[in-house]
């Protein structure tokens, strides 16, 4: 194997799928077993793998470091642990895709959003299915009142409807991720951005005319213009990893209230001199978009307390563990225990 790096196309149990970082439009994925455990080492750790990260190769093929990530879009991992999940690595720009049929849902807009901001990429969001509805762009702009300082853009694949700006992301050397829930059109977004048919589609359910989820896995696609796009299969619970500074990007316009109220402690419930609640009460902010800053902002501090018990419970461990093999090393080989 060469010195160059190998970028990471699919990680599956016990090998990765990779191609040569540079020209990878030109080659075929090799496959890369895993060690045992599914870890590689890093300046971190030993970490697990993810789609879009750039590893090295030992003379036998398997991954012998991974290099360090300059982006990682990251979601709270399923569970009651505080474990977190990179769903991509290296990434340059977060597609944020919601349908407009059904009615987009502004609250996991920006949910997705925040993950997006604290990623390091930027932000777009990208409404499909816009040839269902019969004011699209009346609806973006609703979309981009809760998509502050992000490009919106409504599109409809069949009729290739608002798809140049979003083709115009796929600079070469960029790599892109398309996240969103079930059914939104991801699949077909990248089927349309590659110009063929790189992954599984799904047609619309019969009954709520919801599209199908077909994406089970996540996939990096080279494009024969140098760009790569991730396909991720469709998100159901999207667990946020505390950011304060994401945060703060997705909802500025609460952020900004909040720096205006008297207190520094303010609570915003009854304080007096509270610029949130006179936002409510004048209109300027909706209470929709407070609820979901409020939620938001508890989840990650939750998240948060929770990742700091952890790493210490671990640290406690490893100095039980050091003390422990001190000890051994006093009473030396055979000594009886006390």
Not at 310 to 319: D, G, P, S, T
């Amino acid at each position: 194997m060469t010195d160059d790096p190998w970028r990471v196309v699919r990680a599956d149990k016990g090998a990765l799928l990779v191609l040569p970082a540079h020209g990878a439009a030109e080659h075929e994925p090799v496959r890369a077993p895993l060690e045992r455990d599914g870890l590689v080492a890093s300046d971190e750790g030993r970490v697990v793998p993810a789609v879009g990260d750039l590893v090295e190769l030992d003379e036998h093929g398997t991954p012998a470091r991974l290099l360090p990530r300059r982006s990682a879009l990251v979601r709270d991992s399923a569970g009651r642990t505080s474990l977190t999940q990179v769903l991509a690595a290296n990434v340059d720009v977060v597609l944020v895709v919601e349908h407009l049929d059904p009615d987009p849902d502004l609250g996991r807009v920006e949910r997705l959003l925040t993950l997006a901001w604290r990623s390091g990429a930027q932000p777009v969001v990208v409404l499909t299915k816009a040839d269902l509805v019969p004011d699209p762009q009346g609806m973006a702009q609703d979309v981009a009142q809760v998509a502050l300082a992000v490009d919106v853009h409504a599109v409809s694949v069949p009729s290739d409807e608002g798809l140049e700006p979003v083709r115009a992301l796929l600079e070469p050397g960029r790599t892109l991720v398309v996240v969103g829930p079930s059914g939104a059109g991801k699949s077909t977004l990248v089927n349309a951005l590659a110009g063929r048919e790189v992954m599984a589609t799904g047609g619309r359910r019969e009954g709520d005319g919801r599209g199908r989820h077909t994406t089970t896995h996540r996939e990096l696609v080279p494009l024969a213009g140098g760009a790569m796009l991730i396909d991720t299969p469709g998100l159901r619970a999207v667990g946020l990893v505390a950011d304060a500074d994401a945060l703060e990007h997705t909802f500025a316009d609460v952020a900004e209230l909040v720096a205006a109220c008297r207190f520094a402690d303010c609570t915003h419930v009854a304080e007096p001199g509270c610029a949130v609640q006179a936002a409510l009460a004048d209109g300027e902010l909706s209470e929709r978009r407070f609820a979901s800053w409020r939620k938001l902002e508890r989840e990650a501090a939750y998240q948060e307390r929770r990742t700091d018990a952890r790493l210490a419970a671990a640290e406690k461990a490893r100095f039980k563990k050091l003390t422990q093999t001190y000890h051994r090393t006093l009473r030396g080989p055979g000594a009886p225990r006390r």
